[in-house]
Antibody, heavy 124, light 111 residues
Framework: EVQLVESGGGLIQPGGSLRVSCAAS????????MSWVRQAPGKGLEWVSV??????????YYADSVKGRFTISRDSSKNTLYLQMNSLRADDTAVYYC???????????????WGQGTLVTVSS | QTVVTQEPSLTVSPGGTVTLTCASS?????????PNWFQQKPGQAPRALIF???NKHFWTPARFSGSLLGGKAALTLSDVQPEDEADYYC???????????FGGGTKLTVL
């Protein structure tokens, strides 16, 4: 059974750093395209970042709003996806979801499974 | 900056049919944007409904269908049920930049 469990959210001051995690079970993270999506309180979904599978070169891409501040990565030994967030701002406050691309799908963002999300609050 | 536009809100009667659309500021939406559709109910994570324009996940009810319509991606709900009341989001993939952009979402009311 595929499961994604995010953790690491919390309250952080503006300008600070935080790393959120997404522990996967039922499949191998490194063999799949994985993304982070966020949702500010009361707002819509925003795609944040994607990391391609090892077989596709492991490339990473970022939304303009986070480029240069956020880094997506994975640890194969822990089967876990990460999002390192630096220089955090108030408008980064959101629930952060990880999502898996459907196996053997053509679209890089053809998500099937999502985690339940972890809340990051940036405030002084 | 690329903008993906959806109807902010729609209302449909139980048993009726409704079509939600998803437009790109860059021009006509084609299959190359791999449109995806997601449903989100209050307090829940999004749930995937449609991928790559018109493909259903095994859990997607048959009354949901995806298509391209008049230069937009479209999600049609037939025989709408009360439990279909939710927010619906489309997601487009821009292959030139390898980026994804969500639409602003459509709040569907079943009344």
């Amino acid at each position: 059974e595929v499961q994604l469990v995010e953790s690491g959210g919390g309250l952080i001051q503006p300008g600070g750093s935080l790393r959120v995690s997404c522990a996967a079970s039922g499949f191998t993270v490194s063999r799949n395209y994985m993304s982070w999506v966020r949702q500010a309180p009361g707002k819509g979904l925003e795609w944040v970042s994607v990391i391609y599978s090892d077989g596709s070169g492991g490339s990473t891409y970022y939304a303009d709003s986070v480029k240069g501040r956020f880094t997506i990565s994975r640890d194969s030994s822990k089967n876990t996806l990460y999002l390192q967030m630096n220089s955090l701002r108030a408008d980064d406050t959101a629930v952060y979801y990880c999502a898996r691309r459907r196996v053997n799908s053509y679209g890089p963002l053809d998500f099937d499974f999502w985690g339940q999300g972890t809340l990051v609050t940036v405030s002084s | 900056q690329t903008v993906v536009t959806q109807e902010p809100s729609l209302t449909v009667s139980p048993g009726g049919t409704v079509t939600l659309t998803c437009a790109s500021s860059t021009g006509a939406v084609t299959s190359g944007y791999y449109p995806n559709w997601f449903q989100q109910k209050p307090g829940q994570a999004p749930r995937a409904l449609i991928f790559s324009t018109n493909n259903k996940h095994f859990w997607t009810p048959a009354r949901f269908s995806g298509s391209l319509l008049g230069g937009k991606a479209a999600l049609t709900l037939s025989d709408v049920q009360p439990e279909d009341e939710a927010d619906y989001y489309c997601l487009l993939y821009y292959s030139d930049s390898h980026l994804g952009v969500f639409g602003g979402g459509t709040k569907l009311t079943v009344l």
